[in-house]
């Protein structure tokens, strides 16, 4: 079936610096989003991204994280700077549309580890 | 707020036998509401879906879920577990709407180990 792709699987980055997460989205898809996890809890919802916008984000979806996809390549999550609460996997998703066509394809996760 | 509860943690039964995983949400209006399997080293995968209509929906694999109001549940069921099915399964609830861009409320999920 349709695949996200999620690069890189796992990162190691020290507090403060910069991550950039990578999602390869399905082809045809206009949606994307990004959940986090961390360890042991609830996959939260973080934003969700329509025609080069954000549509909406919650309250986890700090000032220092951004998201963007340039002329279709990669959907992107920016941390920066980092924080040691950015711990977690991040997944990303796509969908063609919303409501009863909005079905999510979910990536297999990035793995972020802040020290 | 829309919230999800799986209460089980983890659930052990043996290949061959049947299955129940359940699903507690809390929400003000009609949800939609999904069940995704994670298998090992893999992303969420969708197993079914639930839009208002028919409470009780098949899925893939076997699956089916019930769809009940008065105790605000969402269960899946499978009545014979095979090995494959070892995994982790989380329940989710949405708004579902046109509009509503897919702001999916999960559960923490439910461990499911399948014994020989």
């Known amino acids: 079936g349709p695949k996200v792709l999620q690069i890189p699987s796992h990162q190691i980055i020290d507090m403060g610096q910069m991550v950039t997460l990578n999602c390869d989205p399905v082809?045809?898809?206009?949606?994307f989003y990004w959940y986090k996890q961390i360890l042991g809890q609830q996959m939260e919802f973080l934003v969700n991204?329509?025609?080069?916008?954000?549509?909406?984000k919650s309250k986890l979806f700090k000032d220092q994280f951004s998201v963007e996809r340039p002329d279709g390549s990669y959907f992107t999550l920016k941390i920066q700077p980092t924080a040691l609460e950015d711990s977690a996997v991040y997944f990303c998703?796509?969908?063609f549309g919303t409501g009863s066509t909005g079905q999510l394809y979910f990536g297999e996760g990035s793995k972020l580890t802040v020290l | 707020a829309q919230s999800v509860t799986q209460p089980d943690a983890r659930v052990t039964v043996s290949e061959g036998a049947s299955l129940q995983l359940r699903c507690k949400y809390s929400?003000?209006?009609?949800?939609?509401l999904f069940w995704y399997v994670q298998y090992p080293r893999q992303g969420l995968q969708l197993l079914l879906k639930?839009?208002?209509?028919?409470?009780v929906v098949q899925g893939v694999n076997g699956f089916e879920a019930e769809f009940s109001k008065s105790n605000s549940s969402f269960h899946l069921r499978k009545a014979s577990v095979h090995w494959s099915d070892w995994a982790v399964y989380f329940c989710?609830?949405?708004?579902?709407?046109?509009?509503?861009?897919?702001?999916?409320?999960f559960g923490a999920g439910t461990r499911l180990a399948v014994c020989p």
């Open positions: 929400y003000f209006g009609t949800p939609y």
């Open positions: 989710a609830v949405s708004l579902g709407r046109v509009g509503s861009f897919n702001k999916l409320t």
């Open positions: 082809s045809n898809h206009l949606y």
């Open positions: 991204f329509y025609n080069g916008k954000v549509m909406e």
């Open positions: 998703a796509s969908s």
């Open positions: 639930y839009y208002p209509g028919d409470p």
